[in-house]
């Protein structure tokens, strides 16, 4: 079967740096990607990762083990803005397939 | 527009009824998917299309869910039969034809079923 886990929520205050880890069970992999998705809208891409090591993209990075079938999203210098859901989601089949998606992971950032 | 585009953006049905919910994708995206979201959840997958043809439709919950992409643009997600649990956001996302990049999906806002 498929399962992808993450913790439900988060809390963290601003300027602080946190990590959303992410595991996965795919009958393949071809790719973990992280979406970031305010209340109310529309998810929006923020890293992929196909090869072991680290993706740095400013504030955010995102880390992935495929031995380990585990990944991280690693946020720093946390904004209130960075308040939102998370998604971590696995490409287990050929390039364009459907992504599967974990539950998501809240993130609240107080002042 | 640039984006992807979703109607209706609300939809409030009747048990029972028939919905038709629509998406537009990003020009040039040959690649189209529906997923569903419930309040808490992450994207469910329902369909995925690679030109007119659906490449993957093993996420539809029954057959009172059909989608077309008759010209391999526009699409349209159909609901027969409404049942209160189909209340969800409908997502759509498309991509480009991937080799060569991420194939990372662009949604579109979402069309919100609400069947009382």
């Known amino acids: 079967g498929q399962n992808i886990d993450q913790p439900t929520e988060m809390t963290a205050t601003e300027g602080a740096i946190v990590q959303i880890n992410c595991t996965y069970q795919?009958?393949?992999?071809?790719?973990l990607f992280w979406y970031q998705q305010h209340a109310g809208e529309a998810p929006t891409f923020l890293s992929y990762n196909v090869l072991d090591g680290l993706e740095e993209k400013g504030r955010f990075s995102s880390f992935l083990s495929r031995s380990k079938g585990y990944s991280y999203l690693l946020l720093k210098e946390l904004q209130m803005k960075d308040s939102a859901s998370y998604l971590c989601a696995v490409r287990n089949g050929q390039a364009g397939t459907a992504l599967i998606f974990g539950k998501g992971t809240t993130l609240s950032v107080s002042s | 527009g640039a984006g992807v585009s979703q109607t209706p953006s609300n939809k409030v049905t009747e048990k029972g009824k028939y919905v038709e919910l629509r998406c537009d994708p990003i020009s040039g995206h040959t690649a189209l998917y529906w997923y569903r979201q419930s309040l808490g959840q992450g994207p469910e997958f329902l369909i995925y299309f690679q030109g007119t043809g659906a490449a993957d439709d093993s996420g539809l919950p029954n057959d009172r869910f059909f989608a077309v992409r008759p010209e391999g643009s526009v699409s349209t997600l159909k609901i027969q039969r409404t049942e209160r649990g189909d209340s969800a956001v409908y997502l759509c996302a498309s991509s480009l034809n991937p080799s060569g990049n991420t194939g990372e999906l662009f949604f579109g806002e979402g069309s919100r079923l609400t069947v009382l």
């Open positions: 795919t009958s393949g992999f071809n790719g």
